[in-house]
């Protein structure tokens, strides 16, 4: 009987390699392989130019959106390259007194380090890194060929990390009182039920359907009803009723419910953030593993 409560290991592990294989080929095809990018990284690789003198490179341009053959693009008195690089920004014109105090508070930060804007995506970390290697390739005279592209990319988003939490709670966030095994059983398998109700498409099928069938919205929204259900049930896993003996058990159970949950929250960022995604899949399996072993773990103690 408790089977039909378990999730499909054959369904996930069937679909989480083309997953993975598809993102990283809207990673490489998003940003490289549009003719307005291959411009850009061909300026950035073959040539230092500054058309409007203002100390940004035209690709840094294109990147902040500015125009560059005018060094002040919002006219508002302050240089494209003061305001890039004191985080100000390029393109309003408006408030010239508060962005003024802005950039003074910001001049020590003149030297930007893209590794730690708070703002940016993975995504947007590893482009820009992968434009600064590719930088140093060409200062140093070598070709970046496609094979070495690969490999330099597959190492930089190696690098990088998201934040899924699996110790996000703790007994002092667990429901724990004096009720037994028998009355816990009841108020678990009640929940597991409506949820089962719910009649969810699992969200990494959602998301296959989503880049192989013409990117079609209806699927991302669909993911976001799934995620506010799950977080719904995962508050309501939390408020019920725990023997202590259980508590341990239960609430390994409930963080790797969580991560699971906290995974699936990048499965919508997909355009957005394509590289989170990528890493999240990576690390999938294990949480799932952890997941399963844990609610067969509980199972076994309440059978």
């Known amino acids: 009987m408790w089977k039909e409560y378990l999730p499909s290991k054959k369904v996930v592990a069937i679909l989480i390699i083309p997953i993975v294989t598809i993102i990283l080929y809207f990673v490489f095809n998003n940003f490289f392989n549009t003719s307005k990018n291959n411009d850009l990284f061909s300026d950035i690789i073959n040539k230092k130019i500054d058309t409007d003198g203002d100390g940004l490179e035209d690709w840094e341009e294109e990147l902040a959106g500015t125009d560059k053959t005018k060094k002040d693009t919002d006219g508002d008195g302050f240089s494209d390259a003061l305001e890039v690089k004191t985080g100000s920004d390029p393109l309003d014109p408006l408030n010239k007194a508060k962005k003024k105090i802005d950039l003074v508070k910001n001049i020590d930060h003149l030297n930007y380090d893209y ?49 899924i939490d699996l110790t996000k709670f703790s007994k002092k966030d667990l429901n724990i009182k004096d009720v037994n095994r028998k009355e816990f059983k009841q108020d ?20 296959n359907k989503y880049l192989n069938e013409g990117k079609d919205p209806k699927y991302l929204v669909q993911i976001e009803k799934n995620l506010k259900i799950h977080k719904k049930y995962l508050d309501e896993l939390k408020n019920i009723e725990v023997p202590d003996s259980l508590a341990d058990i239960y609430l390994k159970y409930l963080n790797s419910y969580n991560a699971e949950i906290e995974v699936m929250n990048y499965y919508s960022k997909v355009d957005k953030d394509p590289v989170s995604l990528v890493i999240a899949l990576g690390v999938y399996k294990e949480i799932d593993s952890i997941f399963y072993s844990s609610l067969l773990n509980l199972i076994s103690k309440i059978k």
């Open 115 to 163: 590794r730690f804007d708070p703002n940016l995506t993975n995504t947007d970390r590893v482009t820009y890194r992968f434009l600064e290697e590719g930088v140093k390739l060409k200062n140093s005279n070598m070709s970046l060929n496609k094979g070495n592209r690969d490999q330099l990319v597959d190492s930089i988003i190696g690098e990088s990390q998201v934040d």
């Open 188 to 207: 678990l398998m009640g929940k597991w039920q409506l949820l089962k109700d719910e009649k969810l498409i699992e969200e990494v099928i959602l998301l």
